[in-house]
């Protein structure tokens, strides 16, 4: 069955980086892409970009955001960095259909808190 | 930008009709997805392109997209169908969620 683990929580200083890892299995890693979506505190979906052989990112998050992925261990990563308060979230990837673009299986979900 | 809009809430009656819209320009001529996300738990893709269900995805959930409303509707809605929903298109290498809207079986 097709499965995506997210990594642990994580606690932040403003001004540092973050990494968080999502590993896949259950299906050909290569034939799907990842999508990365953040939810704030009591907030809406906000997409932050996906990576399907290629990267793209949201507007907003240009220059602070770095998706890759390792197809050798069917792993996805999101790097954040000078983070912020307003960066405390519940971030999700999920795999994406490349046609249509539809998240059809979600991780788990990683909080990362940001604060001094 | 592209923008999404969505009722705040919806209520129905366990048993009844609930119909969710997604209003966006032209939004008939996009692929449309709704996902279901109960708190505390990551979303569930309930249709995808407009009217499409995953397995597992009871009947009672369908969908369509005309104009510029897209529609998740669930029939005889159920106490487990509480959840925030959301729709999600994407447009021009930019994909963009609606804002959400609560959906209370009462």
């Known amino acids: 069955q097709v499965q995506l683990v997210q990594s642990g929580a994580e606690v932040k200083k403003p001004g540092a980086s973050v990494r968080v890892s999502c590993k896949a299995s259950?299906?050909?890693?290569?034939?799907?892409?990842i999508g990365w979506v953040r939810q704030a505190p009591g907030q809406g979906l906000e997409w932050m970009g996906w990576?399907?052989?290629?990267?793209n990112y949201a507007q907003k998050l240009q220059g602070r955001v770095t998706m890759t992925t390792d197809t050798s261990t069917s792993t996805a990563y999101m790097d954040l960095r000078s983070l912020r308060s307003d960066d405390t979230a519940v971030y999700y990837c999920?795999?994406?259909?490349?046609?249509?673009?539809?998240?059809?299986?979600w991780g788990q979900g990683t909080l990362v808190t940001v604060s001094s | 930008s592209y923008e999404l809009t969505q009722p705040l809430s919806v209520s129905v009656a366990l048993g009844q009709t609930a119909r969710i819209t997604c209003g966006g320009n032209?939004?008939?001529?996009?692929?449309v997805h709704w996902y279901q996300q109960r708190p505390g738990q990551a979303p569930v893709l309930v249709i995808y392109r407009d009217s499409n269900r995953p397995s597992g995805i009871p009947e009672r959930f369908s969908g369509s997209n005309s104009g510029n409303t897209a529609t998740l509707t669930i029939s005889r809605a159920q106490g487990g169908d509480e959840a925030e929903y959301y729709c999600?298109?994407?447009?021009?290498?930019?994909?963009?969620f609606g804002p959400g809207t609560r959906v209370t079986v009462l």
């Open positions: 999600h298109v994407w447009d021009t290498y930019t994909e963009i």
């Open positions: 999920a795999r994406q259909e490349r046609v249509s673009a539809a998240h059809d299986y």
């Open positions: 990576i399907n052989g290629i990267a």
């Open positions: 259950g299906y050909t890693f290569t034939n799907y892409g």
């Open positions: 032209h939004i008939g001529g996009k692929n």
